[in-house]
Each structure stands twice: as structure tokens, then as C-alpha cells.
């Protein structure tokens, strides 16, 4: 990532051109580690920012939904489109979760769907499942299951490469939260998982695994590995009522920390309709998430950008981040090009806004093809295209924006 920055006579001058030449060391010396901190490197959080060793780190990311049961070769493609972009930040979920592996317990969704992985085909790929032999949940640790969760952690890193990671997805299109109330018989989408015994229970014996996992490929546990920025109690846990979500969010944040003191934990939640970021006085959530997309909320671009300022602000009287973790423009719209632009520009000149996440970045298929996405038509490539570029620009500014603050800093801190 790039920088950009910038006393009286012949006495002081070349003794002012060595001071300077040691800050613009210095400085470069800061950028370069930012986004390449060392192996001890947490994420941690100050007032409206995200920092790494003190200094702030503003999140420019992409989302990816296939890299926990994509191909090796899928999932080092993503990651190195990531990189191609600037991104320091990949955002995933961790799936599949299926009934019986013998179909005695069904699966309420296709998992053996044939086709590419953008598109849902997960061939065999399976975190969570029911035992009928143990009457309940049990985990997957093999090559088809948490395995692939350990290599994505491990290039992620390589690539040094942030991962924010939610627990587990609400929606039934991998399984998520409606397999596991499905294991019980209920067809109730959006209280049972959130309220019965036994699905809490399960879900806390499934956070408990995965930060304690030991990643063979690395040697540390997850609660240990700083390539983790953070962790997401459920991608959009859309519980009803409000305060059964607020109940749920305030026990399982809890109880995460208790497991894991190293990272920070957001509740992953859309948090887009009223009441707006709903959960952002919970003291056990470090951060907070929004998801924006005008087209399901009959926003105009004006107004969605007016909501991004809205929405940093409300960060900034929580003294909390704010990170917009999911959004995005159809690109068959006229002015998807400068929506992108305008929102970007907006988030990276506002210092309240702590970053971005765009949904979402997809790389060539084992096929060869990149996903046809022809539905949303939300999907970001590396293809040269004029929104990739924007992207590209984005990140670099952003970047650039916060190295500027870091020069000043020193500058201030100079004797």
C-alpha cells in the first residue's frame, strides 16, 4: 500500500533534510508492517477505529461465500484476487451443515446439488451434522469438513490476509441455522434456534470446538491465530422478536469471550432496519456490522449515502466501529459505476467510518468460467472491469488516507 506526505538556513538545513529523511523512514518502515504485522499481531479496537499495534487499520474487504467448501485451487484464487484488489480483510461463513450423512435425519436443502461452488455445490463438503448413532450434533474434522477451514485460515495468512468468520450462516441455502432447528423437528425459522435449549447448547458446543481447534497447518489454536480478526455470532440472525435477538446476542457474545480473549466478536447482524444497529449498546460486541443493498430497501444512491454517514456517526457516540461488512449495487444499473465510487469515497474520508466490505468477490471455477450471477448481479471480479478498478482505487486511497494520518502523527510526536 502506498504513502503519500510530505528550519530556516544553511545551519539547520541539512540537520532538518536528516530529520526528515529519518521520519520518512519511519513512516515508510509503519506502512510497510500495517498490513504485514508480525505473527503476535491482533486486531483490536479504539473509539471508532480498528487498530493494529496502536495504529489504526481501516478495513477495505470483499466477502466470499464458497471458501469453506470450495476446491483448494477455488479457494487460493479468491484469496489472491483479494490480494490483486488491496483488500486486508476477507469476510466467510462457516458451512455446510447438513442432517444425517445416511438420510434417516433429512437435509432441508440440495447438498448434493452437481455444479459449481458458486452456486451452492459443496460435493461432500460438510461442517456440521446430525449422528443418529449419538442421538445429536456431531462435527466433521476430516478432509471434507473442518480440514478445509484450516487451509483457508493458513493461506489467508500466507497472503497476510484478515478473516472476519461467522459462526455459522442463518439462512437454509448451506444449511445454517434452519438445518440445526430442523434437526428437531421445528419449522419455525425464526425463534427455535434462538430459544430452545438444545440448540443453544449445540451452538455453544460448536464455538467452543472451532476456537479451540488445533490448525495442523499452522500449529495454533484459532483462539490464537491473529490471521483472525474477528468473530461473528451468526450472518444476519434474523431471531423475532427484537428482544429474543438482543437476549441471544448478549449470551453468546459472553460466552465467546469467556472462550477466546484474543479477538474481537460482532454480532454479524444486518442491523439495516429499525431500530438501526439495534445491538450496538452491547458491551460484549466489539464492533458493529450493517448490511446495505438500495435495491431491497428502495434506497436511491443519495440516500444510501447519506445512510453511511447516518450510521458511522451512531459509532461514534457508541465509541465503536462501524463496519459496513455487506453491500452492493447490480452492476446492470446505468450508474453502478459512480454508486460505488461515491459510497467508497464517502467511507474513507469520514474518520468515524471504520471500513468496508464489498459482497461479493468470486474467481474462476474449477470449470474455467467465472459464476454467472444474473439474479443480484452483485458479484465483483478481477476482470479489469471499470467497478474493479473503483475497488482497486478505493483501497489504495484508503490506505494512502490513513498513512497520511500516520506521517502527521510522527510528525507531531517529533521533539
Same mark, same amino acid.
Given at each position: 500500500?502506498?504513502?503519500?506526505?510530505?528550519?530556516?538556513?544553511?545551519?539547520?538545513?541539512?540537520?532538518?533534510?536528516?530529520?526528515?529523511?529519518?521520519? *520518512?523512514?519511519?513512516?515508510?518502515?509503519?506502512?510497510?508492517?500495517?498490513?504485514k504485522?508480525?505473527?503476535?499481531? *491482533?486486531?483490536?479496537?479504539?473509539?471508532?477505529n480498528?487498530?493494529?499495534?496502536?495504529? &489504526? %487499520? %481501516?478495513?477495505?474487504?470483499?466477502?466470499?461465500?464458497?471458501?469453506?467448501?470450495?476446491?483448494?485451487?477455488?479457494?487460493?484464487?479468491?484469496?489472491?484476487?483479494a /490480494?490483486?484488489?488491496?483488500?486486508?480483510?476477507?469476510?466467510? %461463513?462457516?458451512? &455446510? /451443515?447438513?442432517?444425517?450423512?445416511?438420510?434417516?435425519?433429512?437435509?432441508?436443502?440440495?447438498?448434493r446439488?452437481?455444479?459449481?461452488?458458486?452456486?451452492?455445490?459443496?460435493?461432500?463438503?460438510?461442517?456440521?451434522?446430525?449422528?443418529?448413532?449419538?442421538n445429536?450434533? @456431531?462435527?466433521?474434522?476430516? @478432509?471434507?469438513?473442518?480440514?478445509?477451514?484450516?487451509?483457508?485460515?493458513?493461506?489467508?495468512?500466507?497472503?497476510?490476509?484478515?478473516?472476519?468468520?461467522? /459462526?455459522?450462516?442463518?439462512?437454509?441455502?448451506?444449511?445454517?441455522? +434452519?438445518?440445526?432447528?430442523?434437526?428437531?423437528?421445528?419449522?419455525?425459522?425464526?425463534?427455535?434456534?434462538?430459544?430452545?435449549?438444545?440448540?443453544?447448547?449445540?451452538?455453544?458446543?460448536? /464455538?467452543? =470446538?472451532v476456537v479451540?481447534?488445533?490448525?495442523?497447518?499452522?500449529?495454533?489454536?484459532?483462539?490464537?491465530? &491473529?490471521?483472525?480478526?474477528?468473530?461473528?455470532?451468526?450472518?444476519?440472525?434474523?431471531? !423475532?422478536?427484537?428482544?429474543?435477538?438482543?437476549?441471544?446476542?448478549?449470551?453468546?457474545?459472553?460466552?465467546?469471550?469467556?472462550?477466546?480473549?484474543? =479477538?474481537?466478536?460482532?454480532?454479524?447482524?444486518?442491523?439495516?432496519?429499525?431500530?438501526?444497529?439495534?445491538?450496538?449498546?452491547?458491551?460484549?460486541?466489539?464492533?458493529?456490522?450493517?448490511?446495505?443493498?438500495?435495491?431491497?430497501?428502495?434506497?436511491?444512491?443519495? +440516500? %444510501?449515502?447519506?445512510?453511511?454517514?447516518?450510521?458511522?456517526?451512531?459509532?461514534?457516540?457508541?465509541?465503536?466501529?462501524?463496519?459496513?461488512?455487506?453491500?452492493?449495487?447490480?452492476?446492470?444499473?446505468?450508474?453502478?459505476?459512480?454508486?460505488?465510487?461515491?459510497?467508497?469515497?464517502?467511507?474513507?474520508?469520514d474518520?468515524?467510518?471504520?471500513?468496508?466490505?464489498?459482497?461479493r468477490?468470486?474467481? !474462476?471455477?474449477?470449470?474455467?468460467?467465472?459464476?454467472?450471477?444474473?439474479?443480484?448481479? *452483485?458479484?465483483?471480479?478481477?476482470?479489469g472491469?471499470?467497478?474493479?478498478?473503483?475497488?482497486?482505487?478505493?483501497?489504495?486511497?484508503?490506505?494512502?488516507?490513513?498513512?497520511?494520518?500516520?506521517?502527521?502523527?510522527?510528525?507531531?510526536?517529533? &521533539?
Open positions: 500500500m502506498t504513502v503519500d506526505w510530505q528550519r530556516a538556513k544553511y545551519g539547520l538545513r541539512n540537520a532538518w533534510l536528516c530529520g526528515l529523511a529519518l521520519a *520518512f523512514v519511519s513512516v515508510l518502515a509503519i506502512a510497510s508492517t500495517v498490513d504485522p508480525s505473527a503476535m499481531s *491482533f486486531i483490536k479496537t479504539s473509539g471508532t480498528f487498530t493494529l499495534d496502536g495504529k &489504526p %487499520f %481501516f478495513v477495505t474487504g470483499a466477502n466470499n461465500h464458497y471458501l469453506t467448501y470450495g476446491s483448494q485451487v477455488e479457494v487460493t484464487r479468491v484469496l489472491d484476487d /490480494v490483486a484488489m488491496g483488500a486486508n480483510v476477507v469476510r466467510t %461463513f462457516l458451512q &455446510p /451443515v447438513i442432517g444425517s450423512v445416511d438420510g434417516s435425519v433429512p437435509t432441508i436443502w440440495d447438498w446439488l452437481e455444479g459449481e461452488a458458486s452456486n451452492l455445490a459443496v460435493k461432500g463438503t460438510y461442517l456440521l451434522y446430525w449422528d443418529p448413532s449419538q445429536g450434533m @456431531a462435527i466433521n474434522d476430516g @478432509a471434507n469438513g473442518m480440514q478445509k477451514v484450516d487451509f483457508l485460515i493458513a493461506e489467508a495468512g500466507k497472503r497476510h490476509l484478515r478473516l472476519i468468520i461467522a /459462526v455459522v450462516d442463518f439462512w437454509a441455502y448451506t444449511g445454517g441455522a +434452519q438445518q440445526m432447528r430442523a434437526w428437531y423437528g421445528s419449522s419455525d425459522e425464526s425463534t427455535f434456534f434462538f430459544n430452545d435449549p438444545r440448540t443453544k447448547q449445540d451452538y455453544r458446543t460448536w /464455538v467452543r =470446538h479451540q481447534r488445533v490448525n495442523p497447518l499452522t500449529g495454533l489454536a484459532y483462539r490464537d491465530d &491473529p490471521t483472525i480478526m474477528a468473530w461473528e455470532l451468526i450472518n444476519e440472525g434474523n431471531a !423475532q422478536p427484537l428482544a429474543l435477538r438482543l437476549s441471544w446476542t448478549a449470551e453468546m457474545s459472553a460466552y465467546v469471550k469467556s472462550l477466546d480473549s484474543n =479477538h474481537l466478536v460482532s454480532s454479524g447482524n444486518a442491523n439495516i432496519v429499525d431500530p438501526k444497529l439495534a445491538d450496538l449498546t452491547i458491551p460484549t460486541l466489539d464492533f458493529e456490522t450493517w448490511h446495505g443493498y438500495p435495491l431491497y430497501t428502495n434506497l436511491t444512491v443519495q +440516500q %444510501f449515502n447519506d445512510m453511511i454517514t447516518e450510521f458511522c456517526q451512531s459509532g461514534a457516540r457508541a465509541k465503536k466501529p462501524v463496519l459496513l461488512e455487506e453491500f452492493g449495487y447490480a452492476r446492470s444499473n446505468r450508474n453502478s459505476a459512480d454508486a460505488y465510487a461515491k459510497w467508497l469515497d464517502t467511507l474513507t474520508r474518520p468515524k467510518c471504520a471500513g468496508w466490505i464489498v459482497w468477490l468470486v474467481s !474462476q471455477q474449477d470449470s474455467g468460467r467465472y459464476p454467472a450471477d444474473e439474479h443480484d448481479q *452483485f458479484d465483483i471480479r478481477n476482470d472491469s471499470v467497478i474493479w478498478n473503483i475497488l482497486k482505487a478505493a483501497t489504495a486511497r484508503a490506505a494512502q488516507t490513513r498513512e497520511t494520518r500516520l506521517a502527521s502523527e510522527i510528525a507531531r510526536e517529533a &521533539p
